[in-house]
């Protein structure tokens, strides 16, 4: 089992945008997700909205536009990446067939004022940045991507999104 976390830095809130997302494409290798963790990086003021991300896993992959790629650390040195798994945040979808929602959270995009520590800022602190966190118990799967699937927080906001956020998402491949 080898560790890595893929990351989406800076990624533009946008309504109806996969924010970040892993495809896998290989017929053996499975992805098994860990951990999904967001951080509100504004360093300028901006006047955010509170946006809806869901956690999606598709059976099927759906056709992605205008794509941005994230970057992929290994955890160890020694690690083969994935061989054909993609790493990427979007425009837009189309297609595909959503499996369902893993989890829903409600994200504050203006820039965090840790000094004033009011309730939206407080999504940057531990554990309250956790989208979702696999419990470690054998009764207790992890999200698994197989050939052909993918995973995708995903921004459902419909309105004036403002402001950006940086996505880490740590899984396996077994």
């Given amino acids: 089992m080898e560790t890595f976390t893929a990351q989406f830095q800076g990624v533009t809130f946008v309504n109806n945008k996969p924010m970040a997302a892993i495809i896998n ?3 053996t290798e499975v992805l098994k997700i860990r951990k999904v963790v967001c951080t509100n990086p504004q360093t300028v003021a901006a ?3 509170v946006n809806q991300l869901d956690l999606r896993m598709y059976t099927t992959t759906p056709t992605f536009t205008t794509t941005v790629a994230g970057t992929l650390v290994e955890h160890d040195s020694t690690n083969t990446p994935p061989t ?3 790493y990427q945040s979007a425009a837009s979808i189309s297609g595909g067939v959503l499996a369902g929602s893993i989890a829903r959270v409600f994200w504050s995009s203006d820039e965090p004022a840790v000094s004033v520590a009011t ?9 309250l940045n956790t989208i979702y966190e696999w419990q470690p118990h054998s009764d207790v799967q ?3 991507i197989r050939n052909g699937q993918c ?3 995903f921004n459902v906001t419909v309105g004036t999104p403002a402001g950006n956020m940086d996505v880490y998402i740590t899984f396996t491949k077994e």
């Fill in 84 to 86: 054909t798994a993609t």
């Fill in 25 to 27: 494409a290989h017929a």
């Fill in 151 to 153: 995973l995708i927080l």
């Fill in 119 to 127: 309730a939206d800022e407080l999504q940057n602190y531990v554990p």
């Fill in 142 to 144: 992890p999200l698994t």
């Fill in 47 to 49: 006047t955010g909205v």
